[in-house]
């Protein structure tokens, strides 16, 4: 079985995400007869690109809903793969993108696979009757003697009273949730009490570029430890966690927050160093591997006796092996994607041409995927993109949808569509014709630009509606997907 691991962009090829979901599982994968192969959305092509299965990861955008759309025709198994928890957060408007987003994901896909059961339950609350699957993020492969050998020269570090060597590592910030750097500011308290235990203490945190911003470094500069910033690569990281002695993770208890994975516990675990993680018990289940709190740390630290040591890697192997084992991990993903595929197999697909709605925020690339696919790409007077839009969808005065046809697209329209066309105008250089769905013709211009955003916001979910009702009379379109970016307080129920 081949299955295509569909990402948003080249760069994404390179994440810790694609490195630790992906790559860790391709060779245990092949071993169950399975071949991953992951590659950029815009790099491959759903109408006929080599595949038996694929998985959307991290594709919060129209592209992935028409590749979806169209690879279901092709009756072949669809997924979406959910790390982030962007999607329960019901009354932030500015995630309202997401959930539109993820509602039509998930109604053209055959299962969802989760990296937390928090993930599986947000999934649930979208669609309670989708086959789930959670995958638990792979370890890193341990080699017990190196680890064992790491640790005896932490270890002998702790007992010469040498500096104890804390870091953090991650992504230090988000677009919408406090994150990363903010954890380690809210939880300073911690890095506070370890300060004044009177243990000479160094602090390394490698993070992102983007987060060290005015706001971010404000953060670091007011800890209670003076920080070493550096920026992260895979390779830093590695480098750094070898000469750590403990990794400090703080977790707020926000939904984004409770829902990520045990993966950086064990990459540090793994990497022999002790884990302090404060706040929300994210880490729990790695029981007495874990420190909860700065005194027992210390104490632990001072006797050279921490939890992580050569005489208890048994725990930690079962641990990996209980939560995070490529092969186990592998093998119980390889028995749920047969059984989907053989499921999907048999499910009906929609007909008639795939048509991309376009809303107040749309991009030329969501735009070229449905043309690149046949389908129709249809503007509503919402959207400010010029586009060559293959019809565009307004509200007439009273409310009533008005459709407007391309000359090229005439020949799309199914017969009965075809009687009633008002005369020929321009549209930013292109002719139109206008059904007579409402009986009158409808000045465009008008009906965008010199509207208010107040009335368009207001006016956004019946134009959506109607539109959605319009284009499928009109071209006998089943699959109607919407572009929707916009963080505007508007949300279709769709």
Same mark, same amino acid.
């Given at each position: ?209 983007? %987060?060290?911003? +005015?706001? #971010? $470094? !404000? ?6 430890? /003076? ?5 992260? @690569? =895979? ?91 490529? %092969?186990?991990? +592998?093998? #119980? $993903? !390889? ?6 595929? /053989? ?5 009906? @697909? =929609? ?144």
């Amino acid at each position: 079985m081949k299955v295509v691991v569909l990402v948003p962009s080249a760069d994404s090829l390179a994440t810790a995400g694609v490195r630790i979901r992906y790559l860790r599982l391709a060779e245990p994968l092949a071993a169950a007869g399975i071949s991953l192969v992951v590659t950029p959305i815009d790099s491959f092509s759903a109408t006929d690109g080599d595949c038996d299965l694929a998985i959307v990861s991290k594709c919060y955008d129209a592209r992935a809903l028409v590749a979806a759309a169209v690879l279901s025709k092709r009756q072949v198994s669809v997924g979406v793969d959910l790390f982030d928890d962007y999607f329960s957060e019901q009354r932030d408007s500015t995630l309202s993108g997401y959930r539109t987003w993820l509602r039509q994901m998930l109604r053209l896909s055959q299962f969802a696979i989760c990296s937390t059961p928090s993930m599986a339950h947000v999934t649930a609350a979208y669609r309670d009757d989708i086959a789930v699957h959670i995958l638990n993020d792979p370890a890193p492969e341990i080699d017990r003697s190196k680890l064992a050998e790491l640790l005896e020269r932490k270890i002998a570090r702790s007992r010469s009273r040498a500096a104890l060597r804390l870091s953090w590592f991650g992504i230090g910030d988000n677009p919408f949730f406090p994150v990363g750097l903010s954890d380690i500011a809210a939880f300073g308290g911690a890095l506070r009490e370890l300060a004044s235990a009177g243990l000479p203490i160094e602090l390394n945190i490698l993070t992102n570029e983007r %987060a060290l911003d +005015a706001s #971010g $470094l !404000a953060m670091v500069e007011q800890l209670p430890i /003076r920080a070493k910033i550096d920026l992260w @690569s =895979a390779e830093r990281e590695s480098e750094l966690l070898k000469q750590t002695d403990v990794c400090f993770l703080p977790v707020n208890a926000q939904p984004f927050s409770i829902s990520k994975s045990l993966n950086r516990a064990l990459t540090a675990l793994a990497s022999g160093c002790q884990v302090l993680s404060v706040g929300y018990p994210l880490y729990d289940r790695l029981g007495e591997l874990l420190y909860r709190d700065t005194a027992s740390l210390i104490s632990d630290w001072r006797r050279g006796e921490p939890r992580l040591r050569p005489s208890t890697l048994n725990a930690l192997e079962e641990k990996v092996h209980q939560f995070a084992s490529p %092969a186990r991990e +592998a093998t #119980g $993903l !390889a028995d749920f994607l047969r059984r989907v595929t /053989r499921e999907g197999a048999a499910s009906r @697909s =929609a007909t008639g041409p795939i048509a991309l709605l376009h809303g107040f925020a749309t991009t030329q690339a969501a735009h070229a995927a449905v043309k690149a696919a046949g389908g129709l790409s249809i503007g509503t007077s919402l959207c400010a993109q010029e586009l060559e839009f293959d019809a565009i969808v307004t509200l007439a005065p009273g409310g009533r949808p008005s459709l407007l046809v391309s000359i090229d697209a005439l020949p799309k329209l199914r017969a009965g569509a075809l009687h009633g066309l008002e005369p020929t105008l321009r549209i930013g250089g292109r002719k139109f014709v206008q059904t007579a769905a409402d009986g009158r013709n409808v000045d465009h211009e008008e009906a965008s630009a010199s509207r208010a955003l107040s009335l368009q916001i207001a006016l956004y979910e019946p134009l959506i509606e109607r539109a959605i009702d319009l284009i499928s009379s009109s071209f006998g379109a089943e699959t109607v997907l919407l572009s929707e970016g916009s963080r505007l307080p508007v949300e279709p129920g769709i």
